[in-house]
């Protein structure tokens, strides 16, 4: 079994900064594709940060000069740097990985900005 844990999220105010990580445990013989992905209420889930199965990554446009996503060398652990936030990028925040090849996520991380 694996298992995705998130940690970092919280209440924050507009241009402050957060930083996300997730730990991925269990039996994990390979990672293929882990990154990060937000739900806001009444949302569908979307793509913010990921490294690929190539190991290049992947930005949403509403990430790109604002976010980064980086990995520790066993790249089991993510992380996602959060600066400038803005009230739309209130959402929850889920770590996805391809394990094994099987989808796994994690329990997911409110991150909650006001202005």
């Known amino acids: 079994q694996v298992q995705l844990v998130e940690s970092g999220g919280g209440l924050v105010r507009a241009g402050e900064s957060l930083r996300l990580s997730c730990v991925a445990s269990g039996s994990i013989v390979t990672i293929n594709v882990m990154g990060w992905y937000r739900q806001a209420p009444g949302t569908r889930r979307d793509l913010v940060a990921v490294f690929t199965s190539g190991g290049t990554i992947n930005y949403a446009d509403s990430a790109k000069g604002r976010f980064t996503i980086s990995r520790d060398n066993a790249k089991t652990t993510i992380y996602l740097q959060m600066n400038s936030l803005k009230s739309e990028d209130t959402a929850v925040y889920y770590c996805?990985?391809?394990?094994?090849?099987?989808?796994?996520w994690g329990q997911g991380s409110q991150v909650t900005v006001t202005s």
């Open positions: 996805g990985a391809v394990v094994n090849g099987q989808l796994y």
